[in-house]
């Protein structure tokens, strides 16, 4: 009850940005803490173009926990909900509301029940990685209610990669590596940051929505497929990414494009490789990604050194990295290859910055 002995109510919001790796992820040697068979490096995006936002709240008259997502209520009774929050409730402290000045402490936290509304402004479960974007978040957010302060660098990462791996990699912004880790229990199984965004500036990042369906088969699902029967997989784990991770980092510290645009192409090639090597074999690329990739591709090879970069992770969207000076070379090529639809005007097919308007001679 609150101070005058009304029922109350107690909230956080917020946002959290979706992260595209360059370097993928894909295989867990432990399912339930979600530890990786290798390191990973992405970038996490402008959350003002792929985010989710997310209100918890609780109250002494709510009795169960409860996800509304998307505005249909989801069940929250997946091991990943579960662990995540009970990994947060283990750390809860004691709070003094700003706003309403209720106090709860670490023992009613114990008890009370949480209230989780989220929304994405991008596809669920499309490749675009959703389940970064939404446990950061979800883990963040509660984070805030509760008081909680890391207790060593990266200790919140260690619970959001408990709801979906990629999430940890999404509560830092720039480029940012998962560490793989070694022990057994997780603990050095964290997200670091590397080169902030800003410090490579003139980067810019285009996505390409070819599908915003819900994919078929899920990311969860799809590695554990290939960790159960690709050879490739295992491979690529052990020989390729270490030596990768290395020269990504190299790249990134001396901005230098043309490396990091061949590493990101490779990388994602490999990864729908290993797809491919899975029995049954998984798709998640499809002609319209396909052509996207003959589209960078020739534009690389007319001009003699990278111009672009692409990456697709578990689904057929792709991501464009170019730098800014051949931002509206790119985008021409793209529209030239992938008119609007009948009917549909330019400034509705092509969304995002002024910048990017003007590369095209819309006005907004
Ligand atoms: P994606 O490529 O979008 O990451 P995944 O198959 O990895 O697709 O994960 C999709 C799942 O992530 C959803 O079915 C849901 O369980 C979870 N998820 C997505 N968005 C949120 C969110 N905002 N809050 C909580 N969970 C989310
Ligand atoms: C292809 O993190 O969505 O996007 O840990 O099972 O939730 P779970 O999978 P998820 O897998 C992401 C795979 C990827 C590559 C990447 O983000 O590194
Ligand atoms: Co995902």
Not at 272 to 281: M, R, W, Y
Not at 299 to 319: L, R
């Amino acid at each position: 009850m609150g101070t005058d002995g009304s029922a109350w109510i107690v909230s956080r919001t917020a946002r959290a940005p979706s992260n595209i790796a360059v370097i993928k992820y894909w295989g867990k040697r432990d399912e339930d803490l979600i530890l990786p068979l290798n390191s990973s490096i992405s970038v996490t995006l402008d959350p003002n173009d792929l985010s989710a936002t997310t209100t918890v709240s609780t109250s002494p008259d709510f009795d169960a926990d409860r996800l509304w997502l998307n505005d249909k209520e989801v069940s929250l009774s997946s091991h990943r909900y579960v662990s995540c929050l009970k990994e947060l409730r283990d750390r809860a402290t004691d709070v003094k509301d700003e706003k309403t000045g209720i106090v709860i402490t670490k023992e009613d936290w114990k008890h009370l029940k949480l209230h989780i509304v989220s929304k994405n402004n991008f596809p669920t479960a499309a490749g675009l990685a959703s389940s970064a974007a939404g446990f950061a978040c979800l883990v963040f957010t509660v984070a805030q209610l509760m008081g909680i302060k890391e207790s060593f660098p990266g200790e919140l990462s260690t619970i959001a990669r408990r709801g979906s791996g990629s999430a940890c990699r999404s509560l830092h912004g720039g480029f940012v590596k998962w560490e793989m880790g070694k022990r057994d229990d997780g603990k050095d199984s964290i997200a670091v940051p590397l080169a902030e965004h800003h410090e490579w500036d003139d980067l810019r990042i285009v996505i390409c929505v070819v599908s915003s369906r819900q994919k078929e088969v899920s990311s969860t699902s799809g590695m554990q497929e290939s960790v159960q029967t690709s050879p490739l997989l295992h491979y690529r784990a052990k020989e390729v990414v270490p030596k990768r991770i290395t020269e990504m980092e190299e790249a990134l510290s001396k901005r230098d494009f043309s490396s990091f645009a061949k590493l990101t192409c490779a990388d994602s090639n490999q990864f729908h490789a290993t797809c491919l090597d899975t029995s049954p074999p998984i798709f998640y690329m499809n002609d319209t990604s396909r052509r996207i990739i003959g589209l960078v591709e020739r534009w690389n090879k007319s001009e003699g050194s990278p111009q672009a970069a692409y990456t697709f992770d578990a689904g057929p969207n792709a991501v464009i990295f170019v730098p800014q000076k051949s931002g509206g070379a790119l985008l021409h090529r793209l529209l030239y290859e992938f008119p609007p639809p009948e009917g549909m005007n330019l400034s509705s097919y092509v969304v995002g910055s002024t910048e990017l308007l003007e590369a095209l001679g819309i006005d907004k």
